[in-house]
């Protein structure tokens, strides 16, 4: 059905195929994204290395029976209050009371923003000769590298009976 209306003709440089004002318009719309971007993209990521803190708090919490032979719940919250984001390995070991070795977790490419927390978990069951005092500590590296970028300042004990 026909209504007898019709468009005006488009007028104007883009409408004759000017390149002259379609590049003006590219650049316009090509400035206006990589300000939103770099608005976005953001204030902590972008910092610069040598003004980039990585720090966190820690709580270890462990949970079970205190007997050899028991398993053992180990409950790690980890909260970043750094100033950048980072990209994580987390390690969490459990030690005897002479430094020996019981048990080491990872946790592998933990992703952590300022002010983030993780909830992380693992369980055990040591050993008849673990007896005594058992340390926790928690180890942060940068993911995939040797980098300690936070090592827990105490460590948290237990005692299997």
């Known amino acids: 059905m026909e209504t007898g209306l019709t468009a005006p003709p488009v007028r104007g440089r883009l409408a004759r195929g000017s390149h002259k004002g379609r590049s003006v318009l590219r650049w316009a719309v090509t400035l206006g994204c ?15 290395e040598e003004l980039a803190v990585y720090d966190f708090v820690a709580t270890v919490a462990p949970s079970g029976t205190d007997t050899p032979g028991g398993s053992f719940d180990i409950s790690l919250e980890m909260t970043s209050v750094g100033n950048t984001v980072v990209e994580t390995d987390i390690v969490l070991k459990v030690t005897r009371a002479d430094g020996s070795p019981v048990v080491e977790r990872r946790f592998d490419r933990v992703l952590f923003h300022p002010e983030e927390n993780w909830a992380l978990g693992s369980s055990f069951v040591p050993g008849s000769d673990d007896r005594g005092r058992l340390s926790f500590e928690v180890i942060v590296y940068r993911h995939g590298t040797d980098e300690v970028l936070w090592r827990s300042p105490t460590k948290s004990e237990l005692v299997v009976l």
Not at 34 to 48: E, F, I, K, N, W
């Open 34 to 48: 990589l300000l939103l971007t770099t608005g976005c993209v953001g204030q902590a990521s972008d910092l610069p």
